[in-house]
Nanobody
Framework: VQLVESGGGSVQAGESLRLSCATP????????IGWFRQAPGKEREGVSS????????YHADSVKGRFTIFSLPGAPTLYLQMNNLKPEDTAVYYC?????????????????????WGQGTQVTVSS
């Protein structure tokens, strides 16, 4: 397994969680790694994405100002810090990654470009 998510759980609205995505690909020169979520009965949607080559970060409008994506020196792990969680954030959260080559104007918040997926971790936010 090349992508391992952890950190999910159940919280109250307004609280925070930090998800982790451990992957050896994070240390490679150019990989795209993204966080996605899927709520029951809904399509999988992009939350945040990161390019290892230049550090480009993209966030979905629904999480801007509340979620951040970051890494720590020396750790092949990408984190998703989720603050001020809302009930509508409830979903299974997935980490995904894909190697180059990349097409120009790729939508990094769409599931299609990603070749590899983790098993997911459940996040439940109650009001």
């Amino acid at each position: 397994v090349q992508l391992v998510e952890s950190g999910g759980g159940s919280v109250q609205a307004g609280e925070s969680l930090r998800l982790s995505c451990a992957t050896p690909w994070f240390t490679l020169d150019d990989y795209a790694i993204g966080w996605f979520r899927q709520a029951p009965g809904k399509e999988r949607e992009g939350v945040s994405s990161f390019r290892t080559k230049d550090g480009s970060i993209y966030h979905a409008d629904s999480v801007k100002g509340r979620f951040t994506i970051f890494s720590l020196p020396g750790a092949p792990t990408l984190y998703l810090q989720m603050n001020n969680l809302k009930p509508e954030d409830t979903a299974v959260y997935y980490c995904a990654a894909t190697p180059p080559p990349f097409k120009r104007r790729t939508n990094w918040l769409a599931p299609a470009p990603y070749a590899h997926w983790g098993q997911g971790t459940q996040v439940t936010v109650s009001s």
